[in-house]
């Protein structure tokens, strides 16, 4: 008991004995390490139930049971599970326009993809910023010691060891802090790396079941009409030809000159 208690009293001193940056650079502790257990959990989830699905809907589509496919991708977290929802939705209808699934297949891609990256983005930016914020503490803490000697006017080690004890606690805390968050950020990028793989597993599947109905022709795929503007609808089409130039008008003399002209 005795000793837990000395460790944590030796902790609090560091602590205090770091200055203000200590403060920064435990904020950015407590963040990351939210950040690392929210996102720990999200990749486990999605990645946790993908070849299950794979299996069970390819055996369901190729035996006809549509209906079943889009239930078990329905209940099923996860990215590869949402691209063969969205891609499964459209073929039951028996009729897409040309091009539908790859569309609505790449759309969702993109949408998980970025729900998987989210909170990336504060990883990296902590471990780039804890060290820096550890060597501007070092920084300090030789500002306070040079003080210090200025202010005493003579290099005593006591004066001195004040300041290089801040330097080297801010230091060691922001590479203490950047080492773990930077492991679990490269981590983080090869499950997510890993999951596009199944992503794409999911795309592919889509795709050759769409195949497959299309030759079997239970699947029709058509041309895309083209939208029709309707301000060009409403706007009557106007020529773009020129207008044919007037007949030139009978002068008089050429009137009275004219057979007509003389029986009159």
Known sequence: MEESNDFQYNLMTLFA?????????????????????????????????????????????????????????????????????????????????????????????????????????????????????????????????????????????????GGIKVALLTTATGLLIAIPVNLGYNFFVTRIDKLIIDMEQGTQQILNLAWDMEKAGSLVVTNAAVPVDPISVATPEVSTRPASPPAPEAKDSELKDSPGASGV
């Open 17 to 161: 004995d770091g200055g203000l940056m200590m403060y920064a650079l435990v904020l950015c502790s407590l963040i990351a390490l939210g950040v690392i257990i929210a996102k720990a959990w999200t990749l486990w989830v999605a990645h946790r139930d993908t070849d299950r699905v794979l299996a069970e809907v390819k055996e369901l589509a190729e035996k006809g049971r549509i209906e079943e496919a889009i239930r078990v991708a329905a209940e099923t977290p996860g990215p590869a599970a949402a691209i063969l929802l969205a891609g499964l939705r459209r073929i039951r209808q028996g009729r897409v326009r040309s091009g539908e699934i790859e569309q609505a297949v790449s759309t969702t891609g993109t949408i998980e993809l970025g729900f998987l990256e989210r909170g990336l983005v504060i990883l990296a930016t902590i471990a780039n910023v804890a060290p820096l914020m550890g060597f501007l503490g070092t920084v300090a803490g030789m500002i306070l010691a040079f003080a210090s000697i200025e202010l005493a006017g003579d290099v005593n080690p006591t004066l001195v060891a």
